[in-house]
C-alpha cells in the first residue's frame, strides 16, 4: 500500500482494484467473504477514492459491470425455467439472494456517496433538494446512471460516523452470513417469514440511500425484471386462481413475487410504484375476472337468496386473501373492485328481493344484504332497501288498521294498542334486520308517520268554512290524536282498565301513547283533547293517581309540547289545590255548607267555556250560591264569579217506594229532576219543564234523555209518553214526562233496595253548539299561529324567500301542527294584503318584513 | 218520591270587576294579561287606584316608575294611591 503512494502518478484504480473485484463477485455470488477480505474492501475503496481523482467513477462503473454480469447470469438461470412454479420458485431464490446483497454491498463504497462524480448528473439547482425532482432523477435512472437521492448528500456529512459504526457492525453480521453456502436461502426464509413487513425492515437499513444499491435494484429491474415480469405476474396470479379454486399452493410464492416488486423499487418518494403498476393491477384484473364468471355462475345456477351468502362469504375469503398477498395500501382498492364485481354489477337483482324478505320477515337474509348493501358507495343499495322499509311499512300498517277498522275506530284502547303492536314489531324488524342503523330508523320513523296521520281509516273532520277572515279551509285529519287523548284518560282516570293495570304498566303504557305521540302531525288535537278530559277527570274527581296526571305533565313538557300549552296544564292542578284549600275555609265559616264544594277556575287555563247556560237551579242551591259569592268576595277584592253549571254536578238521595238511593247527577239532571218534588205523581209536559228549569232547548233534551234512556240500566229513573222516541231530536213540546216509581238499581238480576249510581256519564263541558265552535277554534288558533310564526321569523329575519320561510316555519309549528302548503300561501297573502309584509318587486318569491 | 241534595260541586271561574273593559295603559282586555305576561288570572293581577281607576298591575307599577315627581293616576290625574280593599 505505501508503494502505492510513490506512484501517485500511475493509475492506481488499475493497480488496486482486480484484487478488490474479486471480493466484490464473491460478495455477489454469495461466496464465503474472510472478516480480512470484507475489511480489505473498504480499504480498497477508501484508497481508490482518495489517490485517484476519477477513481470513484471508475469504481463505479466497474461494479456495474459486475452486477450486470451477475444478473444476467441470474436471469438466465431463472429463464431456463419451464414451469410456472418452478419459475416463480428459483425467481424467488435468485432475487432474494440478490436482495440481500444488496444490503451488504453497498457498504464498503459508502465513500462514493460523497464523489461529485457518482452523482446524477442533472444540473438542477440547490431546488432540486425538493422530493419531487429526486423522485424524477430515481424516475429517470433506468439508464444506468446513478440516481443518488439529493437528501442523501444532505445528510451525508451527518451520517458518516453513524455509518462508519455501522459498517463494522454490518461487517462482521456478513461475515457469518456467509459462513454457510446455503445462508442465502435460510435468511431469505427468515426474510419472508418476518412476514409482510419486509418492506418495511429495509427503512431502517443504513444503506438503504445508497447509490450502489439503487444501483443494484436498477440493474435487476431493468435485466431481468423487465423481461419477465409479465411472465412471474401471470405465474402467481395462476397460482392465486388455483387456490380460489380450492387447489392448494405453495402461498410462499405468490408472497415472494410480491416481496420482490416492493423491494425491487429505488424511488424513495413512492416505495410502492413497481408493485402497484404491475402486481396490484394484475391482481385486481385477475380477481375481477374470476368473479365476473363465477358470480354469474353461482347466481343463476343457487338463486339470488345463496348467491347473497356466497358473495359475503367470498367478500370476507379475500379480505383475508389480501391479507396475506397485498400490500395493506391495497386493501381499499381490492374491496372496492371486489364490491363492484360481486354486489354492484348484481344490485338489482338482489334488490328485487327486498321486498319479499321484508315481509316475509326474513331478518338474518335482511341482514345479510344489509351488510352486502352497505358496502355499495354512495349509499345506492342502501337507499333502496330504506324505500322498501318504508313502503312496506306503510302499505302493511295501513293495511292492518284497516281490516281492524270496525274496532279500533270505536275504541281507543284498541286501536292504540294494535298500533303499538305494529311499531314494536317494525321496530324490532329495523333492530334485528339492520342493527337500528340510522337510516333505517329514519325510514321507519317516516313510515309510522304516514301509518298515523293517515286518513283512510277513520278521520276527523274540521270544519269545511270558517268565515274568519275570509279564509275558506277543508281539512279531514286523522282521528289518532283523539283515540291517544282518549286512551290516556282511560289510563289515568279510575276505568277498569286502571284498575286492572298496576302502577308501572300503567307508566309503560303512559309512555307508549308519547312515542305514538311523537309521529303525529296535529298534536294541538290530541292536546285539546287530553286537557278536555283532563279538566273532566278534575272537576269530577275522578283521576285514578293526581301524582301521575302531574307525571304526564311533565313528560309532555320533555317530548316539546309547547310550553304555554303545558303552563296551562300545570295552571289547572294549581286552581284545583287552591279550590280545596278555599273549600275548607268556606266550611269552616258557615257551618251549615258541609256540603257545599266549590272549584274556582282561572278563565284562561282551563277549557275553553265560552258559552255559559242560563239555568234555573233547585232552591236549596239558590240559596248556597250568594253565600259562596259573599265568601269570595271577602277572599279576593275586584273579582266576581262567574258559575258554570253545565260543569258542576252533585250527588242526590233519591227515595222513592222501593228504596233509598244515591245518584251523581249533573246540575241540570238536578234542576230537570226537582221539577217533580212537589208534585211527584204528576205527568210533566216538555214545554212545562222547559219553563221550571229555564234550560236552553238542545240541553233540555240532552239532560232528558240522559234520564229516559241512560246507557246499560235496566231501569230508567224517568218514563216518558209516548214512550216510542228514539232520539232526543224527537221530543215534542207535549211529550209527557213522569217519574219512575218503579225505579231501582238492578244487580245480578235483582233490584236493589239501596245504592249508588252515576248518571254523568261523560261530563259535557260544552254546549252542543260550542263544540261546533270548537272544532272551529282549532282551524283557527292554527291560523293565528301561522300568522304569528310567520311574523316572528320574519322580524328576525327581515328579508327572505319562500322555501326558506316554509322550511322555519313548519319548525316552529311542528311541535303544535304541520301547516298545510295551501294554509301557508292563504295566511302569507293575508299577511301582505294587511301590510305586515310585502313581495320583492323583482322576486316574487322573495318576502320582506314591513315594520 | 223524594229527591234531596246530597252534596254538590259548584264550578265557577272568576272574573274581575272593572270599571272598564281595557286596560288604559296597555289597552289590552282585562281579561287577558298585560303585554309581559302570557296566562291571565292571578299571574297578572288588576289593582285599583283610590280616584277608582283600575290597571293591570305591572302596568301602572311600570307607569309609575316612569313618573319620578308626581305620581298621578294616567287616567284622571290625580294622585296616584293604591286602594287597598
Not at chain 1, 431481468?224 to 397460482?239: G, N, P, V, Y
Not at chain 1, 298515523?452 to 290524536?481: H, Q, W
Amino acid at each position: 500500500m505505501l508503494r502505492a503512494i510513490g506512484k501517485r502518478d500511475r493509475d492506481i484504480f488499475e493497480e488496486v482494484w482486480p484484487d478488490k473485484r474479486r471480493i466484490v463477485l464473491k460478495l455477489l455470488r454469495q461466496d464465503t467473504v474472510s472478516q480480512r477480505e470484507w475489511q480489505d474492501l473498504f480499504f480498497g475503496v477508501h484508497f481508490v477514492c482518495l489517490w485517484d481523482e476519477k477513481g470513484a467513477a471508475k469504481i463505479y462503473d466497474c461494479l456495474q459491470q459486475d452486477i450486470v454480469e451477475f444478473i444476467v447470469q441470474a436471469q438466465s438461470q431463472v429463464q431456463a425455467q419451464r414451469g410456472e412454479q418452478a419459475l416463480l420458485a428459483t425467481y424467488i431464490v435468485e432475487w432474494r439472494k440478490f436482495f440481500t446483497q444488496s444490503n451488504y454491498l453497498p457498504l464498503p463504497f459508502r465513500q462514493l456517496e460523497q464523489s461529485p462524480q457518482v452523482k446524477p448528473s442533472s444540473s438542477s439547482s440547490a431546488a432540486s433538494a425538493s422530493g419531487a425532482s429526486t423522485s424524477a432523477a430515481a424516475a429517470a435512472s433506468c439508464s444506468g446512471q446513478p440516481g443518488s437521492s439529493s437528501s442523501a448528500v444532505n445528510k451525508a456529512s451527518a451520517s458518516t460516523s453513524a455509518a462508519a459504526a455501522a459498517s463494522s457492525a454490518a461487517s462482521t453480521s456478513a461475515a457469518a452470513a456467509s459462513t454457510s453456502a446455503s445462508t442465502s436461502s435460510a435468511a431469505a426464509a427468515g426474510a419472508a417469514s418476518s412476514g409482510s413487513s419486509s418492506s418495511s425492515t429495509s427503512k431502517k437499513n443504513p444503506t438503504e440511500d445508497s447509490p450502489v444499491r439503487k444501483l443494484m435494484l436498477d440493474s435487476w429491474n431493468m435485466h431481468i425484471f423487465h423481461d419477465i415480469k409479465h411472465r412471474l405476474q401471470e405465474s402467481a396470479m395462476k397460482i392465486v386462481h388455483a387456490e380460489r379454486n380450492g387447489d392448494a399452493y405453495d402461498a410462499q410464492l405468490v408472497v415472494g413475487v410480491r416481496e420482490s416488486y416492493v423491494n425491487l423499487s429505488s424511488n424513495a418518494e413512492d416505495k410502492l410504484e413497481i408493485y402497484r403498476e404491475n402486481f396490484e393491477m394484475a391482481y385486481l384484473k385477475a380477481t375481477a375476472e374470476f368473479y365476473r364468471l363465477k358470480s354469474a355462475e353461482q347466481q343463476q345456477e343457487n338463486g339470488v337468496l345463496a348467491y347473497m351468502k356466497y358473495a359475503d362469504a367470498k367478500l370476507r375469503e379475500e379480505e383475508v386473501r389480501a391479507k396475506r398477498y397485498l400490500e395493506p395500501s391495497s386493501f381499499n382498492i381490492l374491496t372496492y373492485t371486489l364490491v363492484k364485481v360481486l354486489i354492484v354489477d348484481h344490485l338489482n337483482s338482489i334488490i328485487a328481493e327486498c321486498p319479499a324478505l321484508i315481509r316475509d320477515y326474513e331478518t338474518e337474509r335482511l341482514n345479510l344484504m344489509f351488510r352486502l348493501m352497505d358496502r355499495v358507495l354512495h349509499g345506492v343499495g342502501v337507499e333502496a332497501m330504506m324505500s322498501d322499509l318504508q313502503r312496506h311499512i306503510q302499505s302493511a300498517g295501513l293495511a292492518d288498521m284497516l281490516s281492524a277498522s270496525e274496532v279500533i275506530t270505536q275504541d281507543s284502547e284498541k286501536y292504540v294498542e294494535r298500533l303499538l303492536e305494529l311499531f314494536n314489531k317494525f321496530s324490532d324488524l329495523v333492530r334485528n334486520a339492520f342493527n337500528d342503523d340510522p337510516r333505517f330508523l329514519t325510514a321507519r320513523d317516516i313510515a309510522f308517520k304516514t301509518v298515523v296521520n293517515d286518513t283512510s281509516v277513520f278521520k276527523m273532520e274540521l270544519p269545511t268554512s270558517i268565515a274568519n277572515r275570509g279564509v275558506k279551509y277543508t281539512a279531514p285529519e286523522s282521528k289518532c290524536p283523539e283515540l291517544l287523548a282518549n286512551y290516556c284518560d282511560m289510563l289515568l282516570r279510575r276505568t277498569p282498565l286502571s284498575k286492572r293495570l298496576t302502577s308501572e304498566q300503567i307508566d309503560a303504557r303512559l309512555r307508549d301513547v308519547l312515542l305514538v305521540l311523537k309521529y303525529v302531525n296535529n298534536k294541538d288535537v290530541f292536546m285539546r283533547y287530553h286537557k278536555v278530559h283532563l279538566t273532566r277527570r278534575l272537576i269530577l274527581g275522578t283521576s285514578a293517581d293526581s301524582e301521575k296526571e302531574e307525571d304526564i305533565v311533565e313528560w309532555l313538557r320533555e317530548v316539546g309540547m309547547p310550553a304555554d300549552y303545558v303552563n296551562r296544564l300545570a295552571r289547572m292542578f294549581q286552581d284545583i289545590k287552591v279550590s280545596e284549600d278555599l273549600n275548607t275555609q268556606f266550611r269552616s265559616s258557615i257551618s251549615r255548607h258541609d256540603a257545599i264544594n266549590i272549584k274556582i277556575l282561572n278563565a284562561g287555563a282551563w277549557a275553553r267555556c265560552s258559552e255559559r247556560v242560563s239555568v234555573s237551579l233547585p232552591i236549596e242551591l239558590e240559596d248556597y250560591i250568594p253565600d259562596v259569592e259573599e265568601f269570595y268576595k271577602k277572599k279576593h277584592s275586584g273579582r266576581k264569579l262567574q258559575w258554570y253549571h253545565h260543569m258542576s254536578n252533585g250527588t242526590i238521595t233519591f227515595v222513592n217506594n222501593f228504596g233509598r238511593y244515591d245518584l251523581d247527577v249533573t246540575t241540570f239532571q238536578m234542576a230537570v229532576l226537582f221539577a217533580w218534588n212537589q208534585r211527584q205523581h204528576d205527568k210533566i209536559s216538555y214545554e212545562n219543564l222547559r219553563l221550571a228549569t229555564e234550560l236552553p232547548d238542545p240541553e233540555l233534551r240532552r239532560t232528558l234523555w240522559s234520564l229516559v234512556a241512560f246507557p246499560k240500566i235496566k231501569k230508567q229513573i224517568l218514563l216518558m209518553e209516548p214512550a216510542a222516541i228514539n232520539s232526543p231530536k224527537d221530543f215534542a213540546e207535549n211529550t209527557m214526562f213522569y217519574i219512575n216509581q218503579e225505579f231501582a238499581i238492578v244487580k245480578n238480576g235483582k233490584s236493589q233496595r239501596r245504592g249508588k249510581l252515576n248518571l254523568i256519564g261523560r261530563l259535557q263541558l260544552s254546549t252542543e253548539r260550542s263544540q261546533q265552535e270548537d272544532n272551529q277554534s282549532i282551524v283557527q288558533l292554527r291560523i293565528l299561529r301561522t300568522q304569528e310564526a310567520i311574523i316572528k321569523i320574519m322580524k328576525v329575519r327581515k328579508r327572505m324567500n319562500n322555501a326558506a320561510l316554509q322550511g322555519e316555519l313548519i319548525d316552529i309549528l311542528k311541535n303544535m301542527f304541520l301547516p298545510s302548503k295551501k294554509m301557508i300561501k292563504e295566511q302569507l297573502e293575508w299577511l301582505i294584503e294587511h301590510k305586515y309584509m310585502r313581495r320583492d318587486d323583482d322576486d316574487i318569491n322573495m318576502f320582506i318584513y314591513v315594520a | 218520591m223524594k229527591v234531596t241534595i246530597k252534596s254538590w260541586t259548584g264550578v265557577a271561574t272568576w272574573r274581575w270587576i272593572a270599571n272598564d273593559e281595557n286596560c288604559g295603559i296597555c289597552r289590552m282586555s282585562f281579561e287577558s294579561t298585560c303585554p309581559e305576561c302570557a296566562l291571565p288570572g292571578d299571574d297578572c293581577p288588576l289593582v285599583w287606584g283610590v280616584c277608582s281607576h283600575c290597571f293591570h298591575m305591572h302596568c301602572i307599577v311600570k307607569w309609575l316608575n316612569l313618573q319620578p315627581l308626581n305620581k298621578q293616576c294616567p287616567m284622571c290625574r290625580q294622585s296616584w294611591k293604591f286602594n287597598i280593599h
